[in-house]
């Protein structure tokens, strides 16, 4: 039962990989637009839309690593 499990998650692994390309262009998209709209924001409250900044570019900053830890660990 465990050789089937271990089965299941390399396929589901490589399928994840395969798709992450569509996903880093949505998160790029969605990185773009959100950071948009905290700049509008940055008039009403500065120091809130600086944090969400700092916090969503931490968030794509790892994204990479994340990413090569997830391919070296599969191959």
């Known amino acids: 039962m465990s050789l089937a499990w271990g089965i299941v998650a390399a396929v589901v692994l490589m399928a994840l990989i395969a798709v992450s390309r569509v996903l880093r262009l949505f998160l790029f998209a969605f990185a773009l637009a959100a950071g948009g709209l905290l700049l509008l924001h940055w008039r009403d409250n ?3 839309a600086t944090a969400a900044l700092a916090a969503m570019g931490a968030g794509i900053g790892l994204a990479g690593p994340a ?6 660990t599969v191959f």
Do not use: H, T
Not at 67 to 72: F, G, N, T, Y
């Open 46 to 48: 500065p120091a809130e």
């Open 67 to 72: 990413r090569r830890l997830v391919v070296r």
